[in-house]
């Protein structure tokens, strides 16, 4: 029903930024909770940040607060990640999540989940 695509990802040093983008299909993407999470290789998928319908209110994992930031344009289907000041420890694939509920996509369960972009940062 929904088919979620990341990009934006790619190399960067430790200390620069990159911003992510998830373009959402279909005409409901404002009916959606939408996340970020990640996983880098050998680690368990983590929550990274989740934004609700309107954009008024956000949460973030403690690892990214004060140096990530989600945003959304629900008149360009899309949401976003600007991560700024980033770390070796922040390389992981990132994807983004879409549900109904705030308590069901932080928990990782999402109904819809992108494929993913690479983000690596280099010391």
């Known amino acids: 029903q929904v088919q979620l695509v990341e990009s934006g990802g790619g190399l960067v040093q430790a200390g620069g930024s990159l911003r992510l983008s998830c373009a959402a299909s279909?005409?409901?993407?404002?009916?959606?909770?939408m996340a970020w999470f990640r996983q880098a290789p050998g680690k368990e998928r983590e929550f990274v940040a989740v934004i609700n319908r309107s954009g008024l209110w956000t949460s973030y994992a403690d690892s990214v607060k004060g140096r990530f930031t989600i945003s959304r344009d629900n008149a360009k289907n899309t949401v976003y990640l600007q991560m700024n000041s980033l770390k070796p420890e922040d390389a992981a694939v990132y994807s983004c999540?879409?549900?109904?509920?705030?308590?069901?996509?932080?928990?990782?369960?999402?109904?819809?989940w992108g494929q993913g972009t690479q983000v690596t940062v280099s010391s």
């Open positions: 279909g005409r409901t993407f404002s009916n959606y909770v």
């Open positions: 999540a879409a549900d109904s509920s705030v308590q069901t996509i932080v928990s990782g369960s999402g109904g819809y």
